[in-house]
C-alpha cells in the first residue's frame, strides 16, 4: 500500500510540473501576442500622427511651399512666416522624437525604423531646419538630441527641395 502511495504522490507531482510548463508556455505566448499587438497599435499611432501633420501641409499649398522654404533658408522668411514653420517643425520634430522613443523601446522593427530614421536624419540636414534648431533643441530629450548629432544618414534621401525643383524643371 505504501507503494501507491508514492507512486501516485510522484504521478501528481509529474502532473503539477506539467501543467505549470503548460503553463508557462501559454503565458509566453500570450506575451508575444500582447507585444505583437503593442508594436502594430504604435506603428499605426505613428503613421496617423505623420499623417496627420502631412495632411494638413497638403491640404494648404502655400503652407507646404513655405516648409520646403523654410528647410532651406529659415532666416529669409517673414517673422510670421518662421512663426508658422517654427510651429510645424516643433510638431514634426516630436512625431520623430516619438518614433525614437519607440524604437529604443523595442516597439518599432529595426526595418521600419530605418525607414524613418532617413527620414528624421534627411529634415535635420536642411541648412534652414539647422538655424530652427539651434535656437529649439533644448525641448527635446537629450537621448533623442544625441542621436541626431551622431547619427549619419547610410544613403542619400531625395529633400522637398529635390523633388519640388525635378518637378518644376520637367513642366517648364
Same mark, same amino acid.
Given at each position: 500500500?505504501?507503494?501507491?502511495? $508514492?507512486?501516485?504522490?510522484?504521478?501528481?507531482?509529474?502532473?503539477?510540473? #506539467?501543467?505549470?510548463?503548460? !503553463?508557462?508556455?501559454?503565458?509566453?505566448?500570450?506575451?508575444?501576442?500582447?507585444?505583437?499587438? /503593442?508594436?502594430? !497599435?504604435?506603428?499605426? !499611432?505613428?503613421?496617423?500622427?505623420?499623417?496627420?501633420?502631412?495632411?494638413? #501641409?497638403?491640404?494648404?499649398? +502655400?503652407?507646404?511651399?513655405?516648409?520646403?522654404?523654410? #528647410?532651406?533658408?529659415?532666416?529669409?522668411? !517673414?517673422?510670421?512666416?518662421?512663426?508658422?514653420?517654427?510651429?510645424?517643425?516643433?510638431?514634426?520634430?516630436?512625431?520623430?522624437?516619438?518614433?525614437?522613443?519607440? @524604437?529604443?523601446?523595442?516597439?518599432?522593427? %529595426? $526595418?521600419?525604423?530605418?525607414?524613418?530614421?532617413?527620414?528624421?536624419?534627411?529634415? @535635420? /540636414?536642411? %541648412?534652414?531646419?539647422?538655424?530652427?534648431?539651434? #535656437?529649439?533643441? +533644448?525641448?527635446?530629450?537629450?537621448?533623442?538630441? $544625441?542621436?541626431?548629432?551622431?547619427?549619419?544618414?547610410?544613403? %542619400?534621401?531625395?529633400? @522637398?527641395?529635390?523633388?519640388?525643383?525635378?518637378?518644376?524643371?520637367?513642366? +517648364?
Amino acid at each position: 500500500m505504501t507503494m501507491n502511495w $508514492d507512486a501516485i504522490a510522484a504521478a501528481s507531482e509529474l502532473v503539477a510540473a #506539467m501543467a505549470v510548463i503548460i !503553463s508557462l508556455l501559454y503565458l509566453a505566448l500570450q506575451i508575444k501576442n500582447n507585444t505583437d499587438s /503593442a508594436r502594430t !497599435s504604435t506603428y499605426q !499611432s505613428v503613421v496617423s500622427e505623420f499623417g496627420a501633420l502631412n495632411r494638413a #501641409m497638403a491640404e494648404t499649398p +502655400d503652407l507646404s511651399i513655405l516648409f520646403v522654404q523654410a #528647410m532651406e533658408d529659415f532666416e529669409s522668411l !517673414s517673422a510670421a512666416d518662421k512663426a508658422r514653420c517654427s510651429q510645424l517643425f516643433f510638431a514634426c520634430f516630436h512625431n520623430f522624437e516619438n518614433m525614437y522613443y519607440q @524604437y529604443r523601446k523595442g516597439y518599432l522593427e %529595426p $526595418d521600419v525604423w530605418l525607414g524613418w530614421q532617413r527620414l528624421i536624419l534627411t529634415y @535635420y /540636414a536642411r %541648412p534652414g531646419f539647422q538655424v530652427w534648431w539651434s #535656437m529649439r533643441r +533644448d525641448v527635446f530629450s537629450r537621448s533623442f538630441v $544625441d542621436f541626431l548629432r551622431t547619427e549619419k544618414i547610410d544613403v %542619400p534621401v531625395a529633400t @522637398y527641395r529635390d523633388i519640388t525643383v525635378a518637378g518644376q524643371a520637367e513642366s +517648364d
